[in-house]
């Protein structure tokens, strides 16, 4: 029996975790997390019987206290911060699956790793960000990294079996969104509505809206660079608008090895939790006889400049991919409140690449300032 805690269960990702447990029977969910949504972690609660769990936002968190003990259901609740992190660090688990969205996952994985967790890796945004910090002390404690994202998995798939041997590129994947093959002027028209009708994939709201800009590929890039030590150069995104093939590795004598799949994240999720096993599918089987074509294509950079920000930001370095996140962050959330266009996202981001004073060998405390600085700039 596997004993995990889930940060983030009522997103995404959180929930197709419980998917996968459910199919499974043979996981423990010892502790989960959440933000405001209590209705549905009742009912996780409810099934999964926790011993712990984190509602952030506090006023909510006490309406879930009192449902609970009107109940009967003998589970803790905490909140914040300081109830996140107890999340992540609960004695009974082995493994932390961080599916939360941004840069709050960045603390309860730092305590997760020092607790000598697993990671289940779902979170881009803390290597994004502290990377440099995540990664090292990992490796200190001897504790593993295991990628949630798809693309990850898949290079990390793809990995395997080959200790030694040495690789030439990365060939990141990327659907393309949406709006592949849209020019500049029709990007200004974009509505909230158009941008969460993804083609391929079914994911949340902010990570769907990254998708379309391509900052999601962009971060995914940033994100390589440290789980499989690669240089930017050595990272190459090619659009796939099929979403059959999810990255491939190209090897020092020019073999490719490539993951495929049905666009279903079920998958990738089941592989961290049971790593180095495979277990039966969660996913439906893919059927080659219904392939017509596997098509690729360059990345446009000049509509979509987002990707060649992000390696920028990758050669930059230090505190520039935070800001790079941050200001997405915070367009991302005003675009879906309607507060700002669609193409202003990636033109705050700039704008605040272009302002920002770089700092070398960032801390932790340096990461959340200058993301603190970002929004108050994005704030005025």
């Not at 391509?214 to 190459?236: H, M, P, R, T």
């Amino acid at each position: 029996m596997k004993h995990i805690s889930i940060l983030g269960s009522t997103g995404s990702i959180g929930t197709q975790t419980l998917d996968v447990v459910r199919t499974n029977c043979d996981i423990c969910v010892e502790a989960l997390a959440a933000g405001r949504n209590i209705g549905l972690l009742l009912e996780q609660i409810k099934e999964f019987q926790p011993k712990l769990v984190c509602v952030f936002d506090a006023d909510k968190a006490k309406e879930l206290e009192e449902i609970t003990k009107k109940e009967q259901l003998h589970v803790e609740i905490t909140s914040g911060m300081e109830g996140l992190l107890a999340c992540a660090t609960i004695s009974s688990a082995q493994m932390v699956v961080t599916a939360f969205v941004g840069m709050i996952g960045i603390r309860p994985t730092i305590e997760a790793i020092k607790a000598g967790k697993h990671i289940a890796l779902a979170n881009k945004e803390t290597l994004v960000t502290a990377g440099h910090i995540i990664m090292p002390l990992a490796k200190k404690m001897g504790v593993s990294i295991l990628p949630v994202d798809s693309e990850h998995s898949a290079i990390f798939q793809s990995l395997q079996g080959n200790a030694g041997n040495k690789y030439n590129r990365i060939l990141l994947t990327a659907s393309g969104g949406p709006f592949r093959g849209k020019t500049k002027e029709e990007l200004k028209k974009v509505h909230v509505e158009d941008a969460l009708k993804h083609p391929n994939w079914s994911m949340g709201r902010k990570i769907t809206i990254d998708s379309s800009t391509l900052v999601n590929k962009g971060l995914e890039v940033i994100e390589a660079k440290w789980l499989f030590d690669a240089e930017a150069s050595q990272i190459e995104v090619v659009v796939h608008p099929q979403s059959i093939i999810h990255s491939m590795i190209e090897y020092e004598d020019g073999a490719v090895i490539a993951q495929l799949g049905t666009p279903d994240m079920k998958l990738p999720i089941q592989y961290a939790l049971y790593y180095p096993e495979r277990k039966g599918p969660t996913s439906p089987r893919l059927d080659f006889t219904k392939l017509r074509a596997l098509e690729f294509y360059e990345p446009d950079t000049e509509v979509f400049p987002a990707l060649s920000m992000a390696y920028e930001a990758l050669h930059t370095g230090g505190t520039m991919p935070t800001v790079y996140n941050a200001a997405n962050e915070w367009s991302v959330a005003a675009f879906l409140d309607r507060k700002i266009g669609y193409t202003e996202i990636v033109e705050n981001i700039r704008k605040e690449m272009e302002a920002h004073k770089v700092i070398a060998n960032p801390s932790l405390e340096d990461i959340l300032e200058t993301e603190a600085k970002v929004y108050q700039r994005l704030n005025r």
